[in-house]
Each structure stands twice: as structure tokens, then as C-alpha cells.
């Protein structure tokens, strides 16, 4: 009996026991993971015995708000409210407007064109993103780690782990697990060693990468003659040049060369941007601070380079710069500039001799003064005379050396045929083809002026005679295009025998061409005849007889307009008569003699009515005569 109330006395205790202690237990077990969690210790759930993970480090709503306001100022790409207002000064495109200053502008009118700029403004207006110059693309080995820097850690192995951790204001980070890291003041190249010395005391058997990531924000102020002044927030690796940017450079009246960087009381540099524009040269572009001032100082002395140099613009002197150092900055003369000389308008002489020319390289020492216009001259544009230039010709045909030859400044014709060996047996030299590019120039201008009046007066007498405005635009527009494709070539008509074996003694100019062509066997008949073509040339037939074998004019034929153009390139028209009269009663072409090479055209009538337009105009006439019965019968008569 004590045996069995001992036992179930024990029963009854167990059950107590586990009824108490499984509750304690769950909530022990639950409380643990929780503290894991908060902690950042978490098993993989893939595998019992996968790597810890450690989770980003969840910060307090106050800290996460100011950390995210301080990611927004740094973080590359970023625009402040400062930067927004930039941008609607600038444009949606952060594009600076280019505001030209009044000696840009007189240099311009004194050119005719808007190309000529103060040499760096394209530059400075052209940066396409005002935020672009805070991303540099690689953080150098000896960038100093302070609060407000971006940390990436990045863990494998028998721990993972992806954190990105900012440097709070005591200078630390905090990694889950592992703790706080003090990182503010380490140098970059050594922040991995730093960090990985701390993250070895707690775990074994991993790989680490460690990086910096968004840059701090520092505070700088742009001031003086500048495009936007005011204060901007830069990544801490920002330099002179990048906040110059964000603020649009130099003004029309500010300064490239005299730009101050002050720290509070101290000037630390003066930097001088043609020392980049100009050689590449960055060694005055320091780095920025908290609370640095970079002021841009009044432009000093300004010159203008034109003309025939290799880049055209306003050049800002420094006291003592002399013409030497100007053409330097506009990239020195042209390939066909003259180098011996340049003229110079002085601003102080503008009311009296005005102009004065330099004599190179003597003046190069010449010292300039503010508003000086520098203008170089071209060796090309001007023609030398004719009796001091060689002659670049070409020869062709049949003569022995066809090419193009070099002869002296007084060279002929027949100079040019002695060069090239002379002529061969079958030359002739009557249907010589003469060529020079200063007439055909000129036929050109005058060809144009032609068909513009020609132009003019078709257009005029269509719209009379046509049956419609829309057949008359029609008909002076084909015929203008066929005309318009019709080129002068330049050639010049010599007058020689037609057995001549000499060219007359004509003095050559550049780029003359000399064509002799082999002796012709045919004569050519065109246009409005029946059976156009080239025919045989016989010694004793005469034009008309060559009229007759082509079956003669059409119909539609002018036959007043025909006219023969001779091998030479003159002309014999059938309105000339035959002994020169404009009188003549019969054919002009009855007893001319056709010589080899001759074409004969026959033009078509282009100032005939049809059929149609005649009765138009007879019914017109018959209407108005009628009207004229009518009203003599009115009145009586």
C-alpha cells in the first residue's frame, strides 16, 4: 500500500513537472531565436549546417532617416536643392546658357560668324550633367575614410554576408555579430586589413571584399564672376574644377586664369585653367574640403586671334603675354596661313590709324593690350601674278608624252606641245580643244544669269499662249531642267587654218588643258530631221548636201535656226546668210562647204500653236468682231 501511493505519488509529480516545465521550455526556445535574430545569426535553411548569415543591421527610424538624407547629399548622381535650383537656371538638360560679353561680340561682327567665343567657354557650357563631375570613377589608395562614407563588406565562406554600413559620426561601423569597427581616418588601401583583423576574432574559414561605396557630402561656396553662384554639395574627391562646373563656369566677365581656393583665412592655390585647356596639365586642381571657397576673379586682358589660325578666339593674357603666347592659345597658324606677317587693330588707335601690321617673327615679343584684334592672313586666297607663277598643265591626245607638266611662268601653247613631245601624224590640231578654269567660271555666272532670264520670259509668253497655268508650269519647267543640266566647259575657241600643224602663241594660266584630237571622218546631223546621225565626210559636199542625206527638216522644224558648230568650236548659223547678210533670200547652208567634224543641227519649232490654240484664237477673233456689228447696228449705223 505505501509501495503503491509512493508511485502514484511520482506519476502524479512528473506530470506536473512536464506540464509546468514544456511551456518554460518553448518560451526559453522562442526567446533564443529572437535574440539570435537581433543579433544577426541565422542558420541557412537549406542545409543545418550551412553558413551563418549575417543581415543588414536595422537602424533606428531616426538614425535610418538621417542616414538616408546623408546617402541623397552623397551618393553620385545626386542633386541637392541646391543643384534643382541650378538646373531650372541652366534648363531641364543642365546645359548652361552661353551669355557672349561685348568684345565677343564686336570680334563676332567683326568676323560674321558666332563660332568666335572666349577660348574654354565651349567647355565649360557644354558639360552635359552638373551632378556628373561628383562620380569619379575609382577611389584612389590614399582617400582617408571619415563619417559619412559608405562602407560595402561583403563575407563568403563560412559566413555571409552583404552590408553596406555608414561611417557614423564617431568615426565607426557596426557589424553584425562581430561589433563596432573604427574606420574613421584609415587610408582605403588599408580599411580591408582594418576591418578584416576584426571580423577574424569572431569567424574562421571565409573570404572578404571590402569597399568604399556612396562618397560623404562636403559643403563648398562658388563665388565671384561666376555663371550661378552659390553654395553646393560635392562628393568629397571633388576638385576646383568640378564645383567651377556645377556652377557654370566663368562668367563673360569672370576669369579662367586667376581662380583663388580659400580655406578660411588661408589662400591655398590659384588655379589656372588654361594650364588644363592648353596642356592637359591638372596638377592645380586640388582637392576640396568641408567649407572651401573658390572665388574667380574679374577677367584680366583680352585679345582677339582670327583669321587663318587653327582655332579662332578670345584669348585672356596675363600681365607681360605677348603675341607668341596669344597664338599659342588659339593653336598657331593654319596649314596655308602666311606666317611672315599679322595685323593688329589696337583699341587705342581706332579713332586714328586704326590698323598696323606686324612684321613675324620679329614682333612675336610684342606686348598686347586689352581689346587687341590679331588677325592672321591666308597665303592662298590671294592670286600671285601671272608673269611670276609656274604653270601646271595638262596635255592630251595625239601628241608624243600626254601628262601634266610644270613650265615656267612666260610658257605658251606651244611650249606646252614641245613638252609633251610635239604631235603625231594624225593630229588635228583645227579641232584643238582648249580649256581654262577661270572661263569656265566665268561661262558659268554668265550661263546662270542667262536661264534665269530666259526663265522669265518663257514662263511669260506660256502662261499666254498655253491652254492652261498648270501646261505652261509644266513646259517651262522641263525645258529650264534640260538646260540647267547643260554645263559650260571652259573652252576657248582658237583661231587657226583649218591644215594649221601650230597653235598661236597664247600664254598659259593654271590648270589649262590641251586636247588634240585625231583628224574626223564624219559629219554629224542632228535634232528635227528625219534620219539623224553621222555620216562620211566628203570633201566636196557642202552642208545642205548632208541636210539632204539626213531626209531633210520635219515638219515641226525651225528651219531658220539651223546652225553648223565647227570642229573648233565656232558657229555658222543659217540667220547669218550666206556671205554674212541677215537678209539673205535663199539657204545660207546652199553653197557651204561642210568640213570634217562639222555638226549641223536642226532645231524644233518651239513657238508653235497647234490646231487647237489656232481656232481658240480665230474664235476669239470672230466673237470680238461680232460684238462690233452688234453695236454698230444698236446705234444705227
Known amino acids: 500500500m505505501p509501495s503503491s501511493l509512493a508511485g502514484k505519488t511520482l506519476r502524479y509529480l512528473r506530470r506536473a513537472t512536464l506540464t509546468v516545465l514544456y511551456p518554460l521550455f518553448a518560451l526559453f526556445a522562442l526567446h533564443g531565436i529572437a535574440m539570435a535574430q537581433e543579433v544577426g545569426l541565422t542558420p541557412d535553411a537549406s542545409s543545418p549546417t550551412g553558413p551563418i548569415r549575417l543581415r543588414q543591421p536595422v537602424q533606428a527610424p531616426a538614425d535610418s532617416a538621417k542616414s538616408a538624407s546623408q546617402r541623397t547629399s552623397t551618393s553620385p548622381g545626386s542633386v541637392s536643392a541646391t543643384d534643382s535650383a541650378l538646373r531650372q537656371d541652366f534648363g531641364t538638360d543642365g546645359r548652361a546658357p552661353y551669355q557672349p560679353g561685348e568684345f565677343e561680340k564686336f570680334v563676332q561682327r567683326q568676323t560674321g560668324t558666332l563660332k568666335v567665343q572666349r577660348f574654354g567657354a565651349d567647355l565649360v557650357a557644354r558639360y552635359a550633367d552638373p551632378a556628373a563631375a561628383d562620380s569619379p570613377a575609382l577611389v584612389p589608395p590614399e582617400y582617408i575614410i571619415a563619417p559619412g562614407d559608405e562602407i560595402v563588406v561583403t ?80 562628393n568629397s574627391l571633388s576638385t576646383i574644377t568640378a564645383a567651377l562646373f556645377r556652377a557654370g563656369g566663368p562668367s563673360s566677365a569672370g576669369s579662367f586664369r586667376r581662380i583663388e581656393l580659400r580655406r578660411g583665412a588661408q589662400m591655398i592655390s590659384t588655379f589656372d585653367l588654361y594650364d588644363f585647356l592648353l596642356k592637359g596639365d591638372r596638377s592645380g586642381d586640388r582637392l576640396l574640403q568641408a567649407g572651401d571657397v573658390i572665388h574667380v576673379l574679374p577677367v584680366g586682358d583680352e585679345v582677339a586671334v582670327i583669321g587663318s589660325v587653327n582655332k579662332p578666339a578670345v584669348i585672356e593674357l596675363k600681365t607681360g603675354e605677348t603675341v607668341a603666347d596669344a597664338l599659342r592659345g588659339v593653336g598657331g597658324f593654319t596649314a596655308v596661313a602666311d606666317r611672315t606677317r599679322l595685323s593688329v587693330e589696337r583699341l587705342s588707335d581706332r579713332n586714328s590709324q586704326r590698323v598696323r601690321e606686324l612684321a613675324l617673327p620679329a614682333d612675336l615679343s610684342t606686348s598686347l593690350s586689352h581689346g587687341d584684334v590679331l588677325r592672321a592672313f591666308s597665303a592662298v586666297d590671294a592670286l600671285l601674278p601671272m608673269q611670276v607663277q609656274n604653270k601646271r598643265v595638262r596635255v592630251e591626245g595625239e601628241v608624243a608624252r600626254p601628262g601634266d607638266y610644270v613650265l615656267p611662268p612666260s610658257s605658251t601653247l606651244a611650249d606646252a606641245l614641245a613638252a609633251a613631245g610635239g604631235l603625231t601624224q594624225a593630229a588635228f590640231v ?173 532645231p524644233e519649232e518651239i513657238d508653235r500653236s497647234t490646231f487647237t490654240q489656232k481656232a481658240k484664237d480665230w474664235t476669239q477673233i470672230f466673237y470680238q468682231f461680232a460684238l462690233g456689228i452688234a453695236g454698230l447696228r444698236a446705234v444705227g449705223l
Open 155 to 234: 563575407l563568403w565562406g563560412s559566413v555571409d554576408a552583404d552590408l553596406r554600413l555608414v561611417v557614423d559620426r564617431a568615426g565607426r561601423i557596426s557589424i553584425p555579430r562581430v561589433g563596432t569597427v573604427q574606420v574613421a581616418g584609415v587610408r582605403q588601401a588599408e580599411l580591408a586589413a582594418t576591418i578584416g583583423r576584426r571580423v577574424g576574432l569572431v569567424f574562421k574559414n571565409y573570404e572578404m571584399n571590402v569597399s568604399v561605396g556612396a562618397l560623404r557630402g562636403i559643403r563648398v561656396f562658388v563665388t565671384g564672376f561666376v555663371g550661378n553662384p552659390g553654395a553646393y554639395t560635392v
Open 430 to 602: 583645227y579641232g584643238t580643244e582648249f580649256t581654262r578654269e577661270s572661263v569656265r567660271i566665268t561661262q558659268q555666272e554668265n550661263y546662270e544669269r542667262a536661264l534665269r532670264d530666259l526663265e522669265s520670259d518663257i514662263s511669260r509668253q506660256a502662261s499666254q499662249r498655253a491652254g492652261s497655268a498648270d501646261e505652261a508650269a509644266s513646259t517651262t519647267t522641263r525645258l529650264i531642267d534640260r538646260l540647267r543640266a547643260v554645263k559650260p566647259t571652259g573652252r576657248i575657241v582658237l583661231q587657226v587654218a583649218t591644215d594649221a600643224r601650230e597653235l598661236p602663241p597664247l600664254a598659259l594660266e593654271e590648270g589649262d588643258r590641251v586636247y588634240i584630237p585625231p583628224r574626223p571622218t564624219t559629219v554629224g546631223v542632228f535634232g528635227s530631221v528625219f534620219n539623224g546621225g553621222s555620216y562620211l565626210y566628203g570633201g566636196e559636199r557642202s552642208v545642205s548636201d548632208y541636210l539632204s542625206l539626213a531626209g531633210g527638216p520635219t515638219r515641226g522644224a525651225d528651219q531658220e535656226s539651223t546652225f553648223v558648230v565647227r570642229a573648233n568650236g565656232t558657229v555658222v548659223s543659217s540667220r547669218q546668210g550666206t556671205s554674212g547678210s541677215w537678209l539673205a533670200s535663199k539657204s545660207p547652208f546652199e553653197g557651204l562647204r561642210a568640213q570634217a567634224g562639222d555638226t549641223i543641227f536642226v
